[in-house]
C-alpha cells in the first residue's frame, strides 16, 4: 500500500510497498527553469538502487 504520497507544486513523491521489506516508487522535482527530473527507485534486501 501507499507509504508516501506527496504532490504539491514543486516536488511529488510516491512510495509502495511494505515498509521494511521492500519498497518501490518515483519522485519528480522542478528546477528553477521549469525542467523536471524523474528518478525511480526500488529499496529490498539487495538494498537501494535507482531503475
Known amino acids: 500500500g501507499d507509504i508516501i504520497d506527496v ?3 514543486l516536488f511529488e513523491h ?3 510497498g511494505v515498509a521494511g521489506t ?3 516508487g518515483e519522485y519528480e522535482a522542478y528546477d ?3 525542467n523536471e ?3 525511480k ?3 529490498d534486501h539487495l538494498g537501494f538502487r535507482v531503475l
Open 7 to 9: 504532490d504539491n507544486d
Open 14 to 16: 510516491e512510495q509502495d
Open 22 to 24: 521492500s519498497v518501490h
Open 32 to 34: 528553477a527553469y521549469g
Open 37 to 39: 527530473y524523474e528518478v
Open 41 to 43: 527507485y526500488i529499496a
